[in-house]
């Protein structure tokens, strides 16, 4: 089977080659002799140079220096780049000096070669590391552009698999009997059950228009859709929020503490027998937003990893955040599951 040389080291071998024939271009050019001696030494400038800007594309990839930026790694970058320079020029130099690459009739001292080196040698390393961050960027925004459109994508499939779970007949079903038995009994809060459905058949259809809402605006709409569920289970099902209200203006995904808290009653509370509670959390630990849906229960064979909840949950945190958010799912000590959702915090 053959092996290929990856795009990477492809441009290097090119790159490389293409600078050695410049020079020996140059030196027929100014009537330079091209000796052995002469193409022995552009063979070194060749192997180091090959050398060390491998070891700057190692160091850049290990420190995690890739684009984009901050202001703090462009100055570690900069202090990267310089570092190598000298390196490259420095041992150039040693093995110049050692191997006795040079004319014995012009030796220069070894400070002259140095300088000479590192005047040469810097700006070629300079270049290379421009090519290489303006490969960077430019496959970055790419995949910044895939990503927006595969999101875009999946807040679409979100809207209209959203939509037809609260317009399927099990939940109108439920919706409007608890409704209607509340009609005599309870006019007024029969309107504002009412209200509630129409909140969140409203939030449903807007959610393809929008990256990130207020986590305030998802609370909304979870509680008028806990509230519906409330007059369904009556006394099984019990309610509690612990939310720092300094949380209240992050951005999330829409819909996707709804989502997580539609599993929690479905999978939940609905399969016990006494019912039991929801719990949402909201909090700013370690450097992260935590927004956490307890309910009674516990992980079983029903719960699917590969459903719709669980799985644009993980899709759409990794295509908003990338490695800064999380999203697990557990038992925790007792009869209890536990979704915990961990978000990068945004500065207001």
Known sequence: MKTRLSPYWLCQLLGWTFYGAALIFLAKVFDYTISGLF???ILLWLFMGLFFTHLLREIITHRKLLPPLSKKQWTELLLLV???CGLYSFITSSLVEWLQLYDSKMKASFAQRLTSEIFYNSPI???WASIYYVWHYIDATRESQMDKVRLEGLVKELELKTIRSHINPHFIFNALNSIRALVDENPERARTAITELSNILRSSMKADTLETSPLERELNIVKDYLALEHIRFEDRLHIEYDIDEDTLDQQVPPMMLQTLVENAIKHGISKQVDGGIVKIISDFRSNHHELIVQNTGRLNSE????????????NRLKLLYGAKANFEIKNLNGNLVEAKVILPVQSL
């Open 39 to 41: 193409i022995r030494r």
């Open 82 to 84: 310089i570092t190598i």
């Open 125 to 127: 390393v300079i270049v």
């Open 303 to 314: 719960i699917n990893p590969e459903g719709f909840g669980i799985q644009s949950t993980y």
